[in-house]
């Protein structure tokens, strides 16, 4: 069978659904099958077929649909915000790209995010299944970035849109944890349309990498906490820098990396700075050796003040390290306070301080948690148990016993993308479903038309 895993992300990138994206692949071609990903390319100015030749430029088809969409937005009474109109031509221009580089022959499409389900939904031909495993939910991950402010209402009806349309733009959707399939419920997600599969981990393929040599100096006699995570709001690292400071008020005989990079990174290096910790926090930016560093760590903390299913609880757990969390999100589900780690209110610095104060003070505490983790880890965390399920969904469907009838937001009446998609066919050779009008098949119709 050939199988397509697709992505809006860039790709590949330090986190968790590459890492998703590349275990998958792995065991699926194990199984015989071939297997093929899209996403966006690294320069974020194309997009391509990893590890092949197949890659097109982005702004070939920014140019075709960029005016079309912008006229459609102008003539609204109410203007439309700028980022929605940069979303919709993003959105657009992702699914002429994977039209281009080709969807017809595939036997099964896998998306990993809403953007890219809703994208190959639309322009895949209707016989070929799509299946879609959402890692997270960005509307959710919208309010957090939000710290309190209030949103725009006509940007929050899209960004519920997105979810809503997103989620649904498959024939069955897989979720990792029952917390996102309850909050995607809350997008008006049928419970019915969602199966959970929680992720699994190589085991094997970690354990040797745990064992590898790291290239980062750590400095002796110092406790050593690691926080393995991208340098975003949603994962809490402000919060932790607070809880530091209270930590450093009490001991000073550690250290703690940030594991990650983000766009966030100059904003907490100011912040450690003017809370005295540059000598208590260091920066190293992405790594390819994160199990080997937290081999060598003592602790691992992840504040998150939104999350699915992290890997990096999953990780800690098969290093035998102990672990301190956030309750947020699906966290509870992997995490049982004071058996397998300690667990903190999201978004509070002094809980977060106390537990990993604890941690340092108390040897057996670190061990029994840490072993805890690690037996819970290894009977939960079978990669095995999540390829049996995954691979029986699509069989579900393959056998079309759950195939759904083609579902898009209203069109736009002026059918502007007609003459684009008609000039694609003939000139370019490229599918696109005879239903389809590009730019008229948006997001913002379902809240305005």
């Given at each position: 069978?050939?199988?397509?895993l697709?992505?809006?992300?860039?790709?590949?990138?330090?986190?968790?659904?590459?890492?998703?994206?590349?275990?998958?692949?792995?065991?699926l071609?194990?199984?015989?099958h071939?297997?093929?990903v899209?996403?966006?390319?690294?320069?974020?100015?194309?997009?391509?077929?990893?590890?092949?030749?197949?890659?097109?430029?982005?702004?070939?088809?920014?140019?075709?649909?960029s005016?079309?969409?912008?006229?459609?937005?102008?003539?609204?009474?109410?203007?439309?915000?700028?980022?929605?109109?940069?979303?919709?031509i993003?959105?657009?221009?992702?699914a002429?790209?994977?039209?281009?580089?080709?969807?017809?022959?595939?036997d099964?499409i896998?998306?990993?995010?809403?953007?890219?389900?809703?994208?190959?939904?639309?322009?895949?031909?209707?016989?070929?299944?799509?299946?879609?495993?959402?890692?997270?939910?960005?509307?959710?991950?919208?309010?957090?970035?939000?710290?309190?402010?209030?949103?725009?209402?006509?940007?929050?009806?899209?960004?519920?849109?997105?979810?809503?349309?997103?989620?649904?733009?498959?024939?069955?959707?897989?979720?990792?944890?029952?917390?996102?399939?309850?909050?995607?419920?809350?997008?008006?997600?049928?419970?019915e349309?969602?199966?959970?599969?929680?992720?699994?981990?190589?085991?094997?393929?970690?354990i040797?990498?745990?064992n590898?040599?790291?290239?980062?100096?750590?400095?002796?006699?110092t406790?050593?906490?690691?926080?393995p995570?991208?340098?975003?709001?949603?994962?809490?690292?402000s919060?932790?820098?607070?809880?530091?400071?209270?930590?450093?008020?009490?001991?000073?005989?550690?250290?703690?990396?940030?594991?990650?990079d983000?766009?966030?990174?100059?904003?907490?290096?100011?912040?450690?700075?003017?809370?005295?910790?540059?000598?208590?926090?260091?920066?190293?930016?992405?790594?390819?050796?994160?199990?080997?560093i937290?081999?060598?760590?003592?602790?691992?903390?992840?504040?998150?003040?939104?999350?699915?299913?992290?890997?990096?609880?999953?990780?800690?757990?098969i290093?035998?390290?102990?672990?301190?969390?956030?309750?947020?999100?699906?966290i509870?589900?992997?995490?049982?306070h004071?058996?397998?780690?300690?667990?903190?209110?999201?978004?509070?610095?002094?809980?977060?301080?106390?537990?990993?104060?604890?941690?340092?003070?108390n040897?057996?505490?670190?061990?029994?948690?840490?072993?805890?983790?690690?037996?819970?880890?290894?009977?939960?965390?079978?990669?095995?148990?999540?390829?049996?399920?995954?691979?029986?969904?699509?069989?579900?469907?393959?056998?079309?016993?759950?195939?759904?009838?083609?579902?898009?937001?209203?069109k736009h009446?002026?059918?502007?993308g007609?003459g684009?998609?008609?000039?694609?066919r003939?000139?370019?050779?490229?599918?696109i479903?005879?239903?389809?009008?590009?730019?008229d098949?948006?997001?913002?119709?379902?809240?305005?038309?």
């Amino acid at each position: 069978m050939k199988i397509l895993l697709a992505t809006y992300w860039l790709l590949p990138h330090v986190g968790g659904v590459w890492v998703y994206i590349q275990d998958l692949k792995a065991r699926l071609e194990k199984l015989g099958h071939e297997v093929e990903v899209l996403a966006r390319h690294p320069d974020d100015k194309s997009y391509y077929i990893l590890n092949t030749n197949r890659r097109v430029e982005k702004k070939y088809f920014k140019q075709l649909i960029s005016r079309e969409i912008k006229t459609i937005y102008a003539s609204q009474i109410k203007p439309i915000d700028p980022w929605i109109v940069d979303q919709e031509i993003e959105f657009c221009s992702f699914a002429l790209g994977a039209a281009y580089l080709g969807l017809q022959h595939y036997d099964l499409i896998h998306t990993q995010d809403v953007i890219s389900s809703r994208a190959l939904w639309q322009i895949k031909p209707e016989h070929v299944p799509l299946i879609n495993t959402i890692h997270g939910c960005l509307a959710t991950d919208y309010i957090v970035s939000l710290e309190g402010k209030t949103s725009s209402a006509l940007i929050w009806k899209y960004a519920c849109a997105r979810e809503y349309y997103g989620a649904t733009s498959s024939d069955l959707a897989i979720v990792p944890t029952n917390w996102l399939q309850r909050t995607l419920g809350g997008y008006m997600v049928p419970q019915e349309h969602m199966r959970v599969v929680p992720y699994g981990l190589d085991i094997e393929s970690y354990i040797q990498r745990i064992n590898q040599a790291s290239s980062l100096n750590l400095p002796p006699n110092t406790r050593i906490i690691a926080c393995p995570a991208r340098l975003d709001k949603v994962k809490g690292h402000s919060c932790l820098l607070d809880a530091l400071y209270k930590l450093k008020e009490l001991r000073n005989d550690w250290i703690c990396l940030f594991i990650g990079d983000g766009n966030l990174r100059t904003e907490l290096e100011a912040k450690a700075a003017s809370l005295g910790l540059h000598q208590h926090v260091k920066f190293t930016g992405s790594r390819a050796d994160v199990p080997a560093i937290l081999q060598r760590s003592d602790i691992v903390v992840l504040p998150s003040l939104n999350d699915n299913q992290p890997y990096a609880v999953m990780e800690a757990h098969i290093s035998r390290k102990p672990i301190v969390v956030s309750d947020a999100g699906g966290i509870p589900e992997m995490v049982t306070h004071g058996l397998t780690g300690l667990m903190a209110r999201a978004g509070d610095s002094d809980e977060l301080s106390l537990y990993l104060l604890c941690l340092l003070e108390n040897e057996a505490l670190r061990e029994s948690v840490a072993s805890g983790g690690y037996n819970w880890g290894i009977s939960q965390w079978s990669i095995h148990t999540m390829m049996e399920r995954t691979t029986a969904l699509y069989a579900e469907v393959l056998n079309n016993r759950s195939i759904r009838k083609v579902i898009h937001p209203p069109k736009h009446p002026g059918q502007h993308g007609q003459g684009i998609c008609t000039w694609l066919r003939t000139n370019q050779n490229m599918y696109i479903p005879s239903f389809y009008s590009i730019v008229d098949d948006h997001i913002v119709g379902s809240v305005l038309f």
